[in-house]
């Protein structure tokens, strides 16, 4: 795998490529994409430059899963016979129930590229020896990972069906210099380290940790806990089964880079649909370029982002970068006495406390007024909740019900962290069975 260019674009390059792209693939979608052909039904024109996309109706993932029920098992949003495909994956199904995603050889191909830009800016290089710490399942990630340092020449260290004190092992034995995990796993399996007597610094070759599946590794202080934990650079990245690998961190560690090459990018409102200007926060859209047999256009990924402006990224490249990377999701806003709160807004908020460990959000209703109930682990023996309350009556103007619980009484996940419980239509209250 060649080094990933670094994209340097000025705008009418940018446009030019994209346009092309865009154009190339309406006209295969069009001509061979059931899904797409009924959706694009009465478009004459074909885009040509990215603002003509503006013109196409939505995609939502909604969508995608009616029409696999309706043409079972896969749908018709493929590009070629069902005879082409050799990889089938699915979406972890967090949100509900999961979504078949099929690849070509050469959409395959293209998630590799895709990784080629996520490895170069963690500066992950041949000679590393990369630790997959995860149970390989139907979750696309870690497979096209995978796929990625077999193009990179880098040896991968595959950990399905090991526990964390094996991982480990395996991380310390084989000299492994690269970690990918979510940041939750990174977290507890620092923990279990420092518990087993391992220094990171003494006992461990890692200097990169690299992070997606959940928000984390860019945010501040999860980021630091991390580092703090392993002694490593912790480096964010971004995807979707249903999209791609579509972004990076960089050295500037501010936020995400669109891959532009292969994606465009849009920022709307979520409410109404309607596009938004640079530096507004909206909901992400995308449109994935290469992934011709399995296509998302303006696809709603749910994400909450607020973009900043081209070319004013300190490491040189003139992608969109997404501040702060995602800020949270749609489907997760709950508002609390005329406050929108994230539940991912926790997270940041509890890596500041060394003490506390995993935590829990929990939406309810009361008295038709939506609340949220927070629990949170801290090995301290004595009451915390008055100091975390203020805290968040600080970050986040809100009062809310806490309820401190002793380590260890959490569940930890080794894939996406299940941290936030809607039971808005239910009769949970605080005191009831767990979420």
């Not at 860019?218 to 249903?242: C, F, K, M, Q």
């Not at 607020?306 to 702060?324: N, Q």
């Not at 927070?374 to 103007?397: K, N, P, S, W, Y």
Request: aromatic content about 8%; some cysteine; glycine content about 8%.
């Amino acid at each position: 795998m060649h080094q990933a260019p670094l994209q340097t674009w000025d705008t009418q390059t940018r446009e030019r490529h994209q346009g092309e792209r865009l154009a190339a693939l309406f006209t295969t979608l069009r001509e061979h994409n059931p899904f797409y052909r009924d959706k694009w039904a009465g478009i004459n024109s074909t885009p040509s430059h990215p603002a003509d996309l503006a013109s196409l109706p939505l995609t939502t993932k909604a969508e995608l899963l009616t029409d696999q029920a309706r043409h079972p098992p896969f749908g018709r949003n493929l590009t070629r016979p069902a005879s082409e495909y050799i990889r089938l994956h699915q979406t972890s199904g967090t949100t509900g129930v999961p979504l078949r995603v099929l690849d070509d050889p050469v959409s395959w191909d293209w998630w590799a590229e895709c990784w080629r830009y996520i490895f170069d800016a963690a500066g992950v290089c041949a000679s590393d020896r990369v630790m997959l710490a995860f149970s390989f399942g139907p979750f696309i990630g870690f497979w096209s990972a995978q796929e990625g340092l077999v193009r990179l020449g880098a040896m991968a260290l595959t950990g399905g069906g090991m526990s964390s004190q094996q991982r480990l092992a395996m991380i310390r034995d084989l000299e492994a210099t690269v970690l990918i995990c979510t940041p939750s796993y990174a977290i507890h399996l620092g923990e279990v380290a420092r518990a087993e007597g391992l220094d990171p610094y003494r006992d461990l070759k890692v200097r990169v940790t690299l992070h997606a599946g959940e928000p984390g590794a860019g945010i501040p202080a999860t980021r630091e806990r991390i580092e703090s934990l392993w002694g490593a650079e912790a480096v964010d990245h971004a995807g979707a089964s249903e999209i791609g690998a579509w972004s990076f961190s960089c050295s500037a560690r501010n936020g995400l880079h669109i891959i532009e090459s292969e994606y465009v990018a849009e920022v709307i409102d979520p409410d109404t649909g309607t596009l938004l200007p640079e530096g507004k926060e909206g909901e992400l859209v995308l449109t994935n370029l290469g992934r011709t047999s399995f296509p998302v256009v303006r696809y709603r990924t749910g994400d909450i982002v607020k973009t900043r402006p081209r070319g004013t990224c300190s490491c040189g490249r003139t992608t969109l970068v997404l501040e702060g990377g995602v800020l949270g999701r749609t489907d997760n806003m709950v508002t609390v006495r005329g406050v929108n709160v994230f539940p991912s807004a926790f997270q940041s908020l509890f890596d500041r406390f060394e003490d506390i460990g995993e935590h829990r959000v929990t939406a309810y209703r009361l008295e038709a007024m939506d609340e949220l109930h927070v629990e949170f682990e801290t090995d301290v023996g004595r009451d915390r909740c008055g100091e975390v309350a203020q805290a968040i009556r600080q970050a986040l103007g809100i009062r809310i019900s806490l309820e401190q619980l002793p380590p260890d009484s959490l569940p930890r996940f080794e894939m996406k962290a299940k941290r936030f419980f809607d039971r808005r239509e239910h009769t949970w209250q605080p005191g009831s069975s767990n979420p």
